[in-house]
C-alpha cells in the first residue's frame, strides 16, 4: 500500500496552511463537501462528530474567535495509503477565560478523489 | 466516541516501553495473537503488511539488529474511541550501511479486549 501521490500532495498543502494558521483557507481548496469531523471529545457547544462544510467551517471560525495561538509546531504529513497524519502543538490562550492552554494532538486525515474527506482527531485533555 | 480507559492504559504501556527502547516487552505484554501490523512501504525483506505475533517479534528483532538509535522522543499516547496515535523522531545509524538516518513517523494503533490488535505506521522516505 504505496502512499498515493495526491495523498503526499494534499498533505503537504494543508501542513502549510496550518503552520500559516488559515485553517479556513485549507477548508477551501482542501476538503470534500463529504467532510467528516471526529473529534477525542465533545467539548462546550461542539458535538464530537460534525459532517460537511458549513460545520467545518464555523468549528474552524469557533477556534480561531476563541484562541489566541502565540506559537505553533506542525509536524507532516505523514503518508499510509489514502490517508496522512500531521502531529500539532499549540501554545494557546483561550480569550475568554485567559487561560494558557500547551495542546498537542495528532490530526488523521483520509482521502478521496485529492480532496480531504475525513479529518480525526486524537488527544488527550 | 470518548477513549476507552483501556485504550489510554495501553497507550501509555506503549509508550513506556518504546521511550526504553523495549519493543519487544511492548509485544509480550500489550499485542494480540491477531495482530495486524502496516508500513507505509515495503523494505527489503520485510513486506509491508504483515500478521501475528511471530512475524511482529521477527520485525521488531530486524530493527534491533540492523539500527542504532542514538536518540529518539517519543510524543503520546493520543487517544480516540478505540485507537491511539504516537509520534516518533529516531536519530538512528544503519550498522550495515553506516548511514545516519533522522526518521520521524506517527503510529497508529487499535486496541480490543485491551490488547493491540493493529498498528499502522505512517511516514515517507
Known sequence: ??????????????????????????VDELYSEQIESQEAMETPGMPANVRGLEAIRKKNKQWEETMEVHSSQVDGPFPLGDRFAVHFKYDTTDKKTNQRWQMEEVGLYTVKDGKIIKEEFFYTM
Open 1 to 26: 500500500m504505496q502512499p498515493q501521490s495526491n495523498v503526499l500532495e494534499v498533505g503537504k498543502k494543508l501542513v502549510d496552511y496550518c503552520k500559516r494558521n488559515q485553517p479556513l483557507k485549507a
